[in-house]
């Protein structure tokens, strides 16, 4: 029995360590981006994350990390192919996802791609990309109505949306709304989670007024 106990007690104090590990070194990859002022920097960060999330192999939020430093590149970078970028960050979404199944955080993401890519040529891809975006704003919604990620990103969406077709600061401002009640009462999981967009909300909501 007390070899039984010894056993338990290595078992659990190697389980310890290894969050711990797990715990500093996404702290470590937060604060790198927190720091990143360049897309070169943000390349660096993305690669740092998957690099963590290759190791875990059970973990959700290193993929998610990387794909949001990858995707964050295409507005960084001018020359950048917002394509091969989009598809790159794609990539990273689809391990999360098969981590982590119906998350409203990597719905919210994958919206973020969508218009990316969509922007590339607005007329043409509007129909396609356009709907991709819609539809994980939808999942996103259904996973978890009180994220207040969800608003936002539709609130630039429609804020930069023509009147004539259902956009604009006037229907924006409700959604940013919505968005900054939400973020006032928002508590993420852990220090690790999402927890973004709060003073981006709240400036967009002042510029619809």
Same mark, same amino acid.
């Given at each position: ?11 659990i104090a ?12 996404? =702290?470590?990859?937060?604060e790198q ?5 360049t897309a ?90 356009? =709907? ?31 009147? =004539? ?23 993420? =999981? ?20």
């Open positions: 029995m007390k070899k039984l106990l010894v056993i338990i007690s290595m078992f190697g389980m310890v360590a290894a969050q711990s590990k797990y715990e500093g070194a996404m =702290a470590k990859g937060l981006f927190k720091a990143s002022k070169e920097d943000m390349n660096a960060v993305s690669a740092f994350f998957e690099r963590v999330g290759d190791a875990e192999k059970d973990k959700w939020l290193p993929y998610y990390y990387a794909a949001q430093a990858t995707y964050l590149t295409g507005w960084m970078d001018p020359k950048a192919d917002k394509d091969k970028v989009g598809e790159k960050s794609k990539d990273l979404i689809s391990k999360a996802e098969a981590i982590e199944k119906n998350n409203s955080e990597i719905f919210c993401l994958r919206q973020m791609v969508a218009i990316l890519q969509m922007i590339v040529d607005p007329m043409t891809r509007y129909q396609s990309y356009g =709907a991709e975006a819609r539809n994980a704003l939808e999942s996103a919604t259904k996973a978890d109505p009180n994220n207040p990620r969800i608003y936002y990103l539709n609130g630039q969406t429609l804020m930069n949306t023509p009147e =004539a077709f259902g956009g604009g600061k006037a229907i924006a401002k409700k959604v940013f709304e919505k968005s900054v009640a939400l973020y006032k009462t928002f508590q993420p =999981a852990s220090p690790l989670h999402p927890n973004w967009g709060k003073e981006e909300a709240e400036k967009l909501l002042a510029a619809c007024q």
